[in-house]
């Protein structure tokens, strides 16, 4: 866990390699500058701050370009063929020399092929999902992979710690996509999943912010996790439209729904509509998953259809007010968890 009134910093020569790089100003104000402690020292980064692997918006673009600005950048599995991944780890290899992972859900049909090709293209960070960590935990560290499982609960964190997981991401379930079923806030679930493991937990789920990386350091995380606000970057492979419709929903406008099959989270539409119908109507898990269909949030996300795609998002999204590049986005996480750090000290010392 990190000591929010610790000073203790180290100091990088040179400038990162950004592809657009932070305004100078920034720069000057950060004095390239940063903390080490263990969710760093894991990765190799220079911030304890990790792009979650989304669906449809974690390409090797978002990922670099995390990785390059000095957090830890994913690549999301999640909504890509074999091959479409192994072009992904290429250019992400071609687009940065610091640290890189993927986010593979342990679900995903060709599951198999994707541990393969992951483990061919050298990949040394792996984050799963969406399954038993047992499954693939073993083999992947035998191929000296660092291995983190996403969880969304104390139990499952737990069970993740027994697999032998480097670390956990605790997610709560503000938090964008698919979700747990048990509707644990992040602000209860980092402090209980800290109380249970030993290994470092990273902390995800409404974190978009530096007030809110400050938040979950005080609760006992090491580093933080942030996905919706990286998902409305430049870089991000994301529709314009659904760029767009992020920045301009208010708050109250997601919702966790389709509970009995796979809980999700995003914004209210058409398609949410039917959904809410439906559930009203008493629809079996069955009739719902038919409704669902396939590629719903490929439609959403990735093609822009705003009213029959499946738009997912976190709770976060109506703090997001604008579209930039996701290095400035890293650093001004960055800056305003110092300002914020800063203003709590002088709190505290009763300034």
Known sequence: MLDLFSTSTTTVNQPYPLSHPPKIEVYLQIMLQVMQNRITQLFGIEYPIVQAGMVWCSGWRLASAVSNAGGLGLIGAGSMRPEVLREHIQKCKKATHKPFGVNVPLLYPEIEKLIEIIVQEGVKIVFTSAGNPKTWTAHLKSKDITVVH??????????AEEAGADAVVAEGFEAGGHNGR??????????????????????????????????AFALGAD?????????????????????????????????LTLKVNTPVRLIKNKFYEQV???????????????????????KGIFEGDLDEGELE?????????DLKPAGDILIELWEDYEKYKQELCQTRNGR
């Open 223 to 255: 580093g933080v996790q942030v996905g919706s606000r990286f998902a409305i970057s430049e870089e991000s492979s994301a529709h314009p439209n659904f760029k767009r419709r992020v920045i301009e929903s208010q708050e109250g406008e997601t919702i």
């Open 313 to 321: 998002i976190g709770q976060i999204a109506a703090a997001i007010k």
């Open 150 to 159: 996403v969880v969304s609960s104390v139990k499952f964190a737990l069970k």
């Open 182 to 215: 048990e509707e644990t806030t992040t602000f209860c679930l980092i402090p209980m999943v800290r109380d249970a493991i030993k290994i470092p937990l990273l902390a995800a789920g409404g974190i978009g912010t530096g007030r809110g990386i400050l938040a």
């Open 276 to 298: 809410k119908e439906a559930e009203a109507k008493g629809a079996s898990p069955e009739e719902l998953k038919q409704l669902l269909g396939k590629g719903r949030a490929r």
